[in-house]
């Protein structure tokens, strides 16, 4: 079975400061991976992915992951932070197989300050 | 910008009554889940729906649950004796596809506090 680990529940950083929010995963077949974003009183929004292309992946709003097999890590970065980008990420994992459910880590969030 | 709506926002009950979240997902999505947070935990699987049928349910989604689509837009979650541990933020989600890509359109979800 797959899974997701995020490694800090809550991190902080300065405005205009490197964004870096880390993610592991565990699978046994190759996988797909995703950054899900979920903005105060807003459902869960879908940052980017990766599906076996390109292992640098960007998304929206100025951020991108890179795919790393050799350390099983998908982390989130980027480079500048900026205020709106204050909300709780999750990185999500699904076997490329299709038809398992979408696999949720525990969320980190992500403060900026000013 | 189309977009999946939950209603309600926010139900109160009380502990052993049924409890009725609706969802309306994207009108050309064929795949429907249900997934929960309960409160400073992960967003947990409930169960996928495609094709009028279940698709996938976790250990989670027992006999105490249920799913529909009654009318062709609607997709609801049922739980029939609520219990103290079901009080959680309830999300559903719906994609495109035949298959599961992983790429989820989520409400902003229903949060349901059992008392």
């Known amino acids: 079975a797959q899974s997701v680990t995020q490694l800090g529940s809550h991190v902080s950083v300065s405005e205009g400061a490197l964004v870096l929010l880390r993610c592991n995963y565990s699978?046994?077949?190759?996988?797909?991976l995703f950054w899900y974003v979920q903005y105060p009183n807003q459902g869960l929004q879908l940052l980017l992915k990766y599906t076996s292309a390109a292992t640098l992946v960007k998304g929206i709003n100025g951020f991108e992951a890179e795919f790393k097999k050799s350390e099983t890590s998908f982390h989130l970065t980027k480079p500048s932070a900026h205020m709106s980008d204050a909300a709780e990420y999750f990185c999500a994992v699904i076997q490329n197989s299709g038809n398992t459910p979408l696999v949720f880590g525990k969320g980190t969030r992500l403060s900026v300050i000013a | 910008e189309p977009e999946v709506t939950q209603t309600p926002s926010h139900q109160v009950t009380q502990m052993g009554q049924e409890v009725i979240l609706r969802c309306v997902p994207i009108s050309n999505h064929l795949y429907f889940y249900w997934y929960r947070q309960i409160l400073g935990q992960k967003v947990e699987f409930l169960v996928s729906?495609?094709?009028?049928?279940?698709?996938?349910k976790s250990e989670i989604f027992d006999d105490q649950f249920s799913v529909e689509r009654p009318d062709g837009s609607n997709f609801t979650l049922k739980i029939r004796s609520t219990k103290l541990e079901d009080s959680a933020m309830y999300f559903c989600?719906?994609?495109?596809?035949?298959?599961?890509?992983?790429?989820?359109?989520f409400g902003e979800g229903s949060r349901l506090t059992v008392l």
């Open positions: 699978s046994s077949v190759p996988p797909y």
């Open positions: 989600a719906s994609s495109a596809g035949t298959t599961n890509t992983g790429e989820l359109f």
């Open positions: 729906f495609y094709n009028n049928e279940i698709s996938e």
